[in-house]
């Protein structure tokens, strides 16, 4: 495995569910961030988290939870979603959280549908 | 306001043809770094091209060219030569400086059609 691999790619569940998204990278990155993309809506950032440590909680609702427990692999953990919250979610990395030329390295994604 | 404003929803060109991509954007740090990313059907975003905002050529790699205006905080990304794979949602993206230089605020893209 290369990159940066999301798990499961397409999600499909209830409002009362819980479920969980896995990302893991495999660049040796010391960065990781989830990313919401809604349709006709600019990506917006949910967490950073450098480290393993969380730097960044972009005033996301409480039903989203994520964890990192190490540096390699970062959980967003899903419960009593609302279908507002249907979306692509993606993963990145970067080497760190520096300025300058880090660019973030995106996964394909996972595609939630909440009914 | 916006701090990237992509104004093409979608853009269409024949394949071999040249096509222009224009974001513009929004800071008043003098430190900035502009990204350009590919998005395809499958869905990964894939980095493009990178300009700083102290860079003094704009920024080239291969078929990408990043036409870098600054007084007129524009960042237009150049397609030389399409191919029918470039085909996708492109987004242009800045990352301030300072405190919060790890954040990158994304454009609402546009969406390319290389026609064969």
């Known amino acids: 495995e290369t990159g940066v691999t999301q798990t499961p790619r397409h999600l499909v569940m209830g409002m009362t569910n819980k479920k969980s998204l896995k990302c893991e990278q495999h660049?040796?990155?010391?960065?990781m961030y989830w990313y919401k993309q809604s349709a006709k809506k600019p990506l917006e950032l949910m967490f950073v988290y450098s480290l393993e440590e969380r730097v960044e909680n972009n005033s996301v609702p409480s039903r989203f939870s994520p964890e990192c427990p190490n540096s390699s692999h970062l959980f967003l953990h899903l419960h009593t979603l609302q279908p507002e919250d249907s979306a692509l979610y993606l993963c990145?990395?970067?080497?760190?959280?520096?300025?300058?030329?880090?660019?973030?390295?995106f996964g394909p994604g996972t595609r939630l549908t909440v009914t | 306001a916006q701090k990237i404003t992509q104004t093409q929803p979608g853009m269409f060109v024949q394949e071999k043809e040249a096509v222009t991509l224009d974001c513009t954007y929004d800071?008043?740090?003098?430190?900035?770094?502009l990204f350009w990313y590919k998005q395809p059907s499958s869905g990964e975003m894939i980095f493009l091209i990178y300009q700083g905002s102290y860079d003094q050529q704009n920024a080239t790699e291969g078929r990408y060219s990043l036409n870098f205006q600054k007084a007129r905080k524009s960042a237009n990304l150049v397609i030389s030569a399409s191919q029918l794979g470039d085909s996708a949602m492109y987004f242009c993206a800045m990352r301030e400086g300072g405190g919060s230089s790890y954040k990158l605020i994304f454009g609402s893209g546009t969406r390319l059609l290389v026609r064969p």
């Open positions: 990145a990395s970067s080497q760190d959280l520096v300025p300058g030329v880090d660019e973030q390295y």
């Open positions: 660049l040796g990155h010391n960065a």
């Open positions: 800071t008043s740090d003098p430190s900035y770094g």
